[in-house]
T-cell receptor, first 113, second 119 residues
Framework: DADVTQTPRNRITKTGKRIMLECSQT?????MYWYRQDPGLGLRLIYY???????NKGEISDGYSVSRQAQAKFSLSLESAIPNQTALYFC????????????FGEGSRLTVL | AQKVTQAQTEISVVEKEDVTLDCVYE???????LFWYKQPPSGELVFLIR??????QNEISGRYSWNFQKSTSSFNFTITASQVVDSAVYFC????????????????FGKGTKLSVKP
């Protein structure tokens, strides 16, 4: 099984719907992240969490919210999805330093019609 | 503020050619870490290498090599004798040790270089 698991892997929804992307990890890392990937724009940080009680906005947090339900779980919500939130979303974990690499989930492709 | 620039948006080569992917970074920190990731067409992100700012030795791993030069703030990636399986988007990323500009040491990614290797 993957160390970082994202569900769903693919989702098509309509404008205005609420969507939740879930992420769970078995690496025992404290730090978890949500990134968004758009063609030509690379990976941009949406939210990050250093532990269950520490949640921070990233570069592009508008229109998103997160919940850190446990050390191993970090979910991303779109309260009212819009078409420009169509993208590939990645969850990632990292150890409790500023030195280690990110471990990514397999990605969740979201399409908002 | 930290920044990573991958000026090459797309590169196309023929199999067995050597290819270099450029990465230029900006940071105020004296201690930082540089990374390369590969994203094949299947979409997952694969970690390739991490290098800290105090280690300027070049690194070679099979057909892959990395050239880190602090003087030019560059961390370039070369694939020797490219193969079709090397076709992917490659991302360079930077993480500061400190918390300059509120970076919290988070990884900042370049926009990626799409490499196409044709048979």
């Amino acid at each position: 099984d993957a160390d970082v698991t994202q569900t769903p892997r693919n989702r098509i929804t309509k404008t205005g719907k609420r969507i939740m992307l879930e992420c769970s990890q078995t690496k025992g890392h404290d730090r978890m992240y949500w990134y968004r990937q758009d063609p030509g724009l690379g990976l941009r940080l949406i939210y990050y969490s250093f532990d269950v009680k520490d949640i921070n906005k990233g570069e592009i947090s508008d229109g998103y919210s997160v919940s850190r339900q446990a050390q191993a779980k970090f979910s991303l919500s779109l309260e009212s999805a819009i078409p420009n939130q169509t993208a590939l979303y990645f969850c990632a974990t990292r150890d409790s330093t500023n030195t280690g690499e990110l471990f990514f989930g397999e990605g969740s492709r979201l399409t908002v019609l | 503020a930290q920044k990573v620039t991958q000026a090459q948006t797309e590169i196309s080569v023929v199999e067995k050619e050597d290819v270099t992917l450029d990465c230029v970074y900006e940071t105020r920190d004296t201690t930082y870490y540089l990374f390369w990731y590969k994203q094949p067409p299947s979409g997952e992100l694969v970690f390739l290498i991490r290098r800290n700012s105090f280690d300027e030795q070049n690194e070679i791993s099979g057909r892959y090599s990395w050239n880190f030069q602090k003087s030019t703030s560059s961390f370039n990636f070369t694939i020797t004798a490219s193969q079709v399986v090397d076709s992917a988007v490659y991302f360079c990323a930077l993480s500061e040790q400190g918390n300059y500009g509120g970076s919290q040491g988070n990884l900042i990614f370049g926009k990626g270089t799409k490499l196409s290797v044709k048979p």
